[in-house]
């Protein structure tokens, strides 16, 4: 990785003279970290990350996030660069602003309950690029740091990609929905509600799911260690089950989030999106019958778990076809409440074996039959497993001085011409 951190750190430098104050601390720990390697370094950019709460462009940059390590050990690099949607920040900070309530009315036990909930910036942005892992497959939420122990002391800033959401939402092909939907109401219902109810869900995953609860000092803000290869799906199966569990809180309505006479739509649109997923998704596991990726898993428990251990979701056939068919809302909701508890718990004290039996029961493996079904569906169809995104293309404006005056902003949309253009790039670089 040398000669590629080499030309990180050149590049960070040189926008180090365009940044505000707290931004250009945050940029020069991230350069003293990338030089040493060492942990302390690590963390001390961290902070630095986490303190700057104000800059309208911001960058996350580094080795991150531990999805595909099979041991949730050794981050895959990626780097974004975005800058804040002042229109669309209104939804994220108002939760993030309740985020003690949210807290407070957590349906697992007190002693995991954070008190004083340490500041959680968020933030709705648009992306101005992403590459390495978050692109051009990408989030449509973030939420960092993941150093539990910087979380409960610095607080964490999240962020929901309000051009990326935008973007898939308007590229869905809607027989996505139709084809796996047990009815028309439920069709209907994902039409008009899934954009705005997927979003919901996402910040509130965001900001009151990865943003709460607290450990056990034993752990030392370190429930990693102990839940190891299992801590990524446990953490990611917290966050979704908040979100779930709280998009069918009244407390929504009394902050102006949802309209009351919407509300009951937006929870069944969520719960039925949820449902239906964690059929589809198998359309991306074409071989073997395991699931790796970690949020494929958690997504996969939950629903799993709420089948055998409620009434909420069933498995239905019809003219050949499986279908998972959400049947009870309320159901839904008391048995993600119950499941949220336990997996706070499995969390708060690091509980590996119960973290390992949850997955391996619900989460791991599949029935390749179904999958085999799912993949047919979506072969008929032309559904895409994936959706790749093509960046805005920003090109600068110098005089004749060569100073940057003005930036031409364009759009390629071609995939393929992108890729190959970030390759070239980069070329001098690697061996
Ligand atoms: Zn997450």
Redesign the pocket.
């Known amino acids: 990785y040398g000669r590629c951190i080499e030309a990180i750190i050149e590049h960070l430098e040189a926008a180090i003279a365009y940044a505000s104050e707290p931004m250009a601390n945050a940029l020069r720990a991230l350069i003293a970290f990338y030089r040493s390697g060492e942990d302390a370094d690590r963390e001390a950019y961290d902070i630095a990350w986490v303190q700057d709460r104000e800059s309208p462009v911001d960058t996350i940059n580094g080795f991150v996030e531990v999805y595909l390590d099979a041991r949730s050990i050794k981050g895959a690099w990626e780097a974004l660069v975005f800058y804040v949607n002042r229109e669309k920040t209104h939804q994220i900070q108002t939760i993030a602003a309740n985020a003690q309530w949210f807290e407070d009315h957590m349906p697992w036990d007190p002693r995991y309950r954070r008190s004083g909930a340490q500041g959680v910036t968020a933030n709705a942005i648009d992306i101005v690029i992403e590459t390495g892992e978050s692109g051009p497959i990408t989030p449509v939420?973030i939420?960092l740091p993941n150093d539990q122990a910087i979380r409960e002391l610095h607080g964490s800033k999240s962020v929901s990609l309000s051009n990326v959401i935008e973007a898939y939402e308007k590229s869905i092909i809607p027989e996505l929905r139709s084809e796996f939907s047990w009815t028309d109401d439920e069709t209907a219902r994902a039409v008009k509600w899934s954009a705005f109810a997927g979003e919901l869900a996402t910040n509130m995953?965001?900001v009151i799911?990865?943003g709460s609860g607290r450990v056990a000092e034993r752990l030392n803000g370190n429930p990693q260690a102990a839940l190891k290869e299992q801590f990524s799906s446990i953490?990611?199966s917290r966050?979704?089950l908040v979100a779930l569990y709280f998009v069918a809180d009244p407390k929504l309505v009394e902050l102006g989030l949802v309209a009351e006479e919407d509300h009951a739509d937006v929870v069944l649109a969520e719960y039925e999106a949820y449902t239906r997923n964690a059929l589809v998704q198998l359309r991306r596991v074409r071989e073997g019958t395991q699931i790796e990726e970690d949020?494929m898993r958690n997504r996969q428990m939950i629903v799993h778990w709420l089948m055998a251990n409620t009434g909420a979701v069933e498995l239905r056939r019809r003219d050949g076809k499986t279908y998972y068919v959400m049947a009870d809302a309320r159901a839904f909701r008391e048995g993600v409440g119950r499941l949220l508890a336990d997996v706070q718990r499995i969390k708060g004290e690091g509980d590996y074996g119960a973290a390992k039996a949850l997955f391996e029961t619900y989460g791991v493996t599949f029935d390749p039959a179904v999958r085999d079904e799912v993949v047919a569906r979506v072969e008929r169809l032309k559904l895409p497993s994936y959706t790749g995104f093509v960046m805005p293309r920003l090109d600068a404006v110098r005089d004749e001085a060569g100073a940057i005056v003005d930036v031409e902003i364009s759009y390629p949309l071609d995939l393929a011409s992108q890729m190959l253009e970030y390759s070239a790039a980069t070329r001098h670089l690697r061996p």
């Open positions: 939420g939420n995953h965001e799911g990865h953490e990611e966050a979704d949020h």
